[in-house]
């Protein structure tokens, strides 16, 4: 049994883990209106991770899981509690310390380049160099697509971008970099959409581009959407 290390209150007690163990090595998560402590206590007992808690750290979870899960997913589901409750993991050698997002984002101690697979809502840094465009015009188109506890610098010299957020939305701003990046001499614009799907939009915009690229014998602008603000990317010359 892995060792659960709670930086608590003196006098605080860590309540015994919470759920079932199938024969199979799955387990069943079943916190109601719980203690946030029992169910990290819960998640090390089964992932054999160690906790180290901020202070801060408290507050009331409910978790009900349908089916069994393997360690792997339960620890998944435990950083997606954590998202919703305004809390991340930060892995720090063999300890993962858990402690308020905007502390989190000043940290300095999330994954840069990490080798390793990260799941989608742990909290990551991420070094992106960009060849063909300006990081710092990158800068202003995406800020708006990124959700407001995120992080997007630009460091002229190396023409790099550093982007600090969740995993799975550094990997989404990542792909749209690789996306613009590869459009030299060309100018993006980015189109807030209110009353319509961006991904059908992008998928009409695109038909339409090529038909008339087609009939001129030109190049036709690249359109792209982001799903998570709604809104079209348009990437053409200038």
Known sequence: MAACLLAMNVGAQVPPPAGTTSADGR????????DIQALIATVSEITGKNFILGP???GK????????????????VFLSVLR????????QGSMIKI??????QQDGSASLNGAKEHGTDELIAQIVPVKHVSANELIQILRPLMPQGGQLIAHAPSNSLVISDRAGNVTRLVNIIRRID??????????PLANANAAEMARTLTALAEDKAGLANAEAPRVFADTRTNSVLLAGAK
């Open 27 to 34: 387990h069943t998560l079943n916190l109601k209106d719980a």
């Open 56 to 58: 801060n750290v408290q």
């Open 61 to 76: 979870v409910t978790v009900i899981s349908a089916k069994p899960m393997l360690p792997d997913e339960i620890y998944d």
């Open 84 to 91: 919703v409750h305004g809390y991340a993991a930060i892995s």
């Open 99 to 104: 402690v308020p997002e905007a502390m989190a």
């Open 182 to 191: 590869t459009v030299s001499d060309a100018e993006v614009e980015v189109i």
